[in-house]
T-cell receptor, first 116, second 116 residues
């Protein structure tokens, strides 16, 4: 089956611009999480969505936002870009396991954002 | 969430077993141990997880000590393609969110280099 698809894979923006990244989860997965990866900070959790509702949020400024659509696809938006926003943005989807056990994330290949 | 401690780097000869340790001395009774790995420029890949018992799948084995304060990931016959950063994560299984825990906390991980 198809994996987690992220678009675009690479993009270059300038300071002050805004960017929207897209994530299509594995079919049937209803939970989508976003992570930022930088050389200095490593992998950091941004937010998680389930059934169009944000249910967890990491420690990022309000310039970072996201949403999830009824088909579970998700987008994240970064406004007023700063040089420090240059990073690999990873999306992961998961299938709710309920009481059956721990959950497993399947990650996409990421969107590499460069801010000049 | 409990934190983990892993060695920064390890080397392993091709064809030999790679044993990656992880300390999680503050783990609580309902926290799972997950292992993910990240090959350069790709999204993290799930390997295995466990709660109390040792686990094995087609990729690896997970040995959890009886007191659950540490664990070891074993790649039985390491290949060059196993060169990656390996992350050990402990995460609470919570019924509050239907069991899903999308916000994993990644540490620095162990950079495993498999050498010919």
């Amino acid at each position: 089956k198809a994996g987690v698809t992220q678009t675009p894979r690479y993009l270059i923006k300038t300071r002050g611009q805004q960017v929207t990244l897209s994530c299509s989860p594995i079919s049937g997965h209803r939970s989508v999480s976003w992570y930022q990866q930088t050389p200095g900070q490593g992998l950091q959790f941004l937010f998680e969505y389930f059934s169009e509702t944000q249910r967890n949020k990491g420690n990022f400024p309000g310039r970072f936002s996201g949403r999830q659509f009824s088909n579970s696809r998700s987008e994240m938006n970064v406004s007023t870009l700063e040089l420090g926003d240059s990073a690999l943005y990873l999306c992961a989807s998961s299938l709710e396991q309920g009481a059956s056990g721990a959950n497993v994330l399947t990650f996409g290949a990421g969107s590499r954002l460069t801010v000049l | 969430d409990a934190k983990t401690t892993q060695p920064t780097s390890m080397d392993c000869a091709e064809g030999r077993a790679a044993n990656l340790p992880c300390n999680h001395s503050t783990i609580s009774g309902n926290e799972y141990v997950y292992w993910y790995r990240q090959i350069h420029s790709q999204g993290p890949q799930y390997i295995i997880h466990g709660l109390k018992n040792n686990e094995t799948n087609e990729m690896a084995s997970l040995i959890i000590t009886e007191d659950r304060k540490s664990s070891t990931l074993i790649l039985p016959h390491a290949t060059l393609r196993d060169t990656a950063v390996y992350y050990c994560i402990v995460r609470l299984f919570s019924m509050n969110y239907g069991g899903s825990q999308g916000n994993l906390i990644f540490g620095k991980g162990t950079k495993l280099s498999v050498k010919p």
